[in-house]
């Protein structure tokens, strides 16, 4: 079971925004502005979107954006494209004991 | 940016034990931290630990602790993750993922390693 909760799946049509959740306890979303966010394609590596709650690497595109309030994460993708349609996991810093990441159970996204 | 390339696939008996490479390059590999993180069929990602190649210091997950080992070889840029005693539960990809010591969060990652477990 994962640590931190994910919708299942989420959907939007072309051009609009959907937002993904992402929550988990005050041992780790809650107490630290630690959050990531990674895109998975079938059978690819994760790719980093999202770091330190909000920032983006260089070369991710400013549709994708993110946020945090109490112990619950978003991640936001603004017009959305045909190409946004796979898994996305969120991550953590825990400081459960041994456990330094934790990580949501994904959230598949369809373009409509 | 860090590139990353991990070792191949892998099918292995249960109680037996696979050891997966992954190589670095493009980078300062005395200044990552390499994760291994796990990945169950059509599942999400767990993270299962990570070395300091610079001081040699590794940390487990809990739930992999006694079973899982981590090094590295400064000299070739190369780390490694040992898992003994497979069961067929351990059936899954493995990725090798770079962080570095000012950040939480994993910016380069391996291409992942298919091991599959089955008698």
């Known amino acids: 079971q994962s640590a931190l909760t994910q919708p299942a799946s989420v959907s939007g049509s072309p051009g609009q925004s959907i937002t993904i959740s992402c929550t988990g306890t005050s041992s780790d979303v809650g107490d630290y502005n630690y959050v990531s966010w990674y895109q998975q394609h079938p059978g690819k590596a994760p790719k980093l979107i999202i770091y330190?709650?909000?920032y983006r690497p260089s070369g991710v595109s400013n549709r994708f954006s993110g946020s945090k309030s109490g112990n619950t994460a978003s991640l936001t993708i603004s017009g959305l494209q045909a190409e946004d349609e796979t898994d996305y996991y969120c991550?953590?810093?825990?400081?459960?004991?041994?456990?330094?990441?934790?990580f949501g159970s994904g959230t598949k996204v369809t373009v409509l | 940016q860090v590139q990353l390339v991990q070792s191949g696939a892998e099918v292995k008996k249960p109680g037996s034990s696979v050891k997966v490479s992954c190589k670095a390059s493009?980078?300062?590999?005395?200044?990552?931290?390499i994760s291994w993180l796990r990945q169950d069929p059509g599942q999400g990602l767990e993270w299962m630990g990570r070395?300091?190649?610079?001081?040699?210091?590794?940390n487990y997950a809990q739930s992999f602790q006694g079973r899982v080992t981590i090094t590295a070889d400064r000299s070739t840029s190369t780390a490694y993750m040992e898992v003994t005693s497979l069961r067929s539960e351990d059936t899954a990809v493995y990725y090798c993922?770079?962080?570095?010591?000012?950040?939480?969060?994993?910016?380069?990652w391996g291409q992942g390693t298919r091991v599959t477990v089955s008698s």
């Open positions: 493009g980078g300062t590999f005395s200044t990552d931290i």
């Open positions: 070395i300091i190649p610079s001081l040699g210091v590794t």
């Open positions: 991550s953590s810093y825990t400081s459960s004991n041994s456990l330094y990441f934790v």
């Open positions: 993922a770079r962080g570095d010591r000012s950040g939480w969060y994993f910016d380069s």
């Open positions: 330190d709650v909000s």
